[in-house]
């Protein structure tokens, strides 16, 4: 039996059912609920060891010197089942030639449903991950941690892990930040007179067939261009800049600072032309949105040379 | 530092910011690969970023064999070597030439064999577009935008010193280093000496590839080349044929005086 902060027992079976109700709802599961509660209360009455972080010794003081202190470590996660996402490679069997899909060229194709997945799933764990935040009356979550990893069958799950931060003073923002910068980072963007929005991410998701010239050119004897392949790439890492930047505009942020660049390829058996290939094509690029702000406080201090010994 | 900035409401104005943001306003969003210090230091140095650009080719080696028994650059894999990344680099600099970029900096140059076959891979060219704020023009004597594998804090130090970058510079070479005969192995065996024939092979090859490397920067009417990396990849050739490739960024200067401010000594806490 496990009892919460209202003083209510709860049996195991009651917690899983009442967590995933909870879940359904757009709420936090209840242990992070009462986690949460009882780290606030706490910290109201003022108490010690009110705060966990996993913060190292330099990114804290970095963050205290701006005049930031940790509240809590904050957690956001999603599992999503990547479900029947199939679209075609949009290639028909054209033309008199004997060959696997004739002699047209293949167009490059988008999957929706594949983008929209990542996106969903990745969105859902970080706004978690801000509700937690929220919940310890934090203004913003620094260092996160994030991460996708397939889970049992065709599971996938994001991980958002992060340290959430409150700001001296009474000024405070209706909706968390967060960011996957370092604290030192942090600090060294704050003292320069800019402040971090919100994780971005772009993703770009697409599929080609191998036609007959693909197939040709990766053959041959000689140096050429793979020019369907690099298409379908290219296609991929433009399809997730432009993605990147709508999710960047969609929190009003200014510039982006990319973290992470990441792009998979694999290779399908083609559902359109018997024994033909597709290939699919994923990118990933995830950052931090940052805006300058206004402020009276002396920034001016250029960088010093320093040789390290 | 004397004065300090959370006493004068830092984190206050900060999180006033925050609170007075407007999500889905239109305009611009820019996109850039540098870290925090790279990008602070290049908006220190009189640029601002204009966007991500890159360049991408997907290339198939052609075939060559390389002779057991012989020295020998390989060049028509050499010439794949070159193409390719001129195809990505030359996509790229496009892409910052239509933002109207002065320059692109922090570009990296990765090469990755993917699942398409083993002949093939894939050549990616990223960096950061950036444009002058003084108005001046920064682009090279060709009138491109100027290119860089300088890190942020690097091309800030260069041009601390009095240069600008003209442009990146590459040689590449891919040798197949001869086996050695049976009677070379026999005669040796269990001796300390040197095999001068090896020595050669992987003399001449960075040789080649840093001569090309200084023609492409004379090209560039460049004074120097500086941050030169030379590398050597087997890629998926097996162990005698090796890619030797050397790059670096071709500089000139802009001002008589190159005077490095007195750098600080600085006794590190961190490890």
Redesign the interface.
């Known amino acids: 039996m496990t009892v919460d902060p209202a003083g209510r027992a709860w049996t195991p079976e009651q917690i899983a059912e009442g967590s995933a109700a909870e879940i359904a709802a757009g709420r936090l599961p209840l242990r992070a609920q009462w986690r949460i509660a009882e780290q606030r209360a706490r910290r109201d009455r003022g108490e010690p060891g009110s705060f966990t972080s996993d913060l190292t010794v330099q990114e804290f003081a970095a963050i205290r010197a701006v005049g930031f202190s940790p509240v809590g470590q904050v957690l956001g996660s999603a599992v999503y089942n990547v479900g029947w996402s199939y679209t075609g490679c949009g290639y028909a069997y054209g033309g008199l030639g004997g060959f696997a899909g004739g002699w047209s060229a293949a167009p490059v194709v988008p999957v929706p449903a594949t983008q929209q997945l990542l996106n969903e799933a990745r969105h859902r764990a970080v706004q978690r991950m801000r509700q937690e935040c929220a919940g310890l009356g934090g203004d913003g979550v620094v260092g996160v941690r994030l991460a996708m990893r397939p889970y049992y069958g065709n599971g996938l799950e994001f991980i958002a892990i992060g340290t959430a931060v409150r700001a001296d003073g009474d000024r405070h923002p209706k909706r968390p930040f967060t960011s996957d910068l370092t604290g030192q980072d942090f600090a060294k963007l704050i003292r320069s007179g800019w402040v971090p929005v919100a994780l971005v991410q772009g993703v770009g998701a697409v599929i080609r067939h191998d036609d007959w010239r693909t197939q040709s050119q990766q053959r041959s004897w000689y140096n050429n261009e793979i020019a369907g392949t690099t298409q379908l790439v290219h296609a991929a890492r433009d399809q997730a800049r432009v993605s990147l930047a709508a999710d960047g505009r969609r929190y009003g942020g200014h510039t982006v600072l990319l973290q992470t660049m990441d792009l998979q390829v694999r290779g399908q058996s083609c559902a359109n032309v018997r024994e033909g290939e597709d290939h699919v094509a994923t990118a990933f690029l995830w950052g931090t949105a940052v805006v300058p702000f206004r402020t009276r406080a002396s920034l001016d201090a250029p960088p010093l040379m320093m040789m390290r010994l | 530092?004397t004065?300090e900035?959370?006493a004068?409401?830092?984190?206050?104005?900060?999180?006033?910011?925050?609170?007075e943001?407007?999500?889905?306003?239109?305009?611009h969003?820019?996109?850039?690969?540098?870290?925090?210090?790279e990008?602070?230091?290049v908006?220190?140095a009189g640029f601002t970023?204009l966007g991500?650009v890159?360049g991408?080719?997907?290339?198939?080696?052609?075939?060559q064999l390389g002779r057991w028994s012989k020295n020998q650059e390989l060049d028509?894999l050499s010439?794949?070597m070159y193409?390719?990344r001129e195809?990505a680099m030359s996509r790229m600099q496009a892409e910052a030439d239509v933002l109207g970029a002065d320059g692109i900096v922090g570009v990296r140059l990765e090469v990755e064999f993917?699942?398409?076959?083993s002949?093939?891979a894939?050549f990616l060219a990223?960096g950061t577009a950036v444009k002058a704020d003084d108005g001046r023009s920064w682009r090279n004597d060709q009138g491109h935008p100027f290119t860089s594998d300088l890190s942020g804090q690097d091309f800030?130090?260069l041009l601390q010193a009095g240069y600008a970058p003209l442009g990146m510079v590459m040689g590449v070479c891919v040798y197949h280093v001869a086996h050695r005969t049976f009677g070379n192995i026999l005669s040796n065996l269990g001796q300390n000496t040197e095999l001068p024939q090896f020595t050669q092979a992987l003399y001449d090859a960075r040789e080649l590839a840093m001569a090309r490397m200084q023609k492409e920067a004379e090209a560039l009417s460049a004074e120097g080349i500086v941050g030169v990396q030379l590398d050597q990849r087997n890629h998926s050739w097996g162990s005698h044929t090796t890619e030797f490739f050397a790059i670096g960024t071709a500089v000139r200067p802009i001002r008589a005086d190159h005077e490095?401010?007195?750098?600080?000594?600085?006794?590190?806490l961190?490890r």
């Open positions: 530092m004065v900035p959370t004068q409401g830092l984190p206050q104005d900060a999180m006033a910011r925050l609170e943001l407007r999500p889905d306003k239109a305009g969003i820019f996109t850039s690969d540098l870290s925090v210090n990008f602070l230091l908006k220190q970023p991500l890159l991408t080719s997907v290339y198939h080696c052609g075939f028509v010439q794949a193409h390719a195809l993917k699942e398409w076959g002949d093939a894939e990223v800030w130090t490095i401010a007195r750098p600080q000594l600085v006794l590190g961190d």
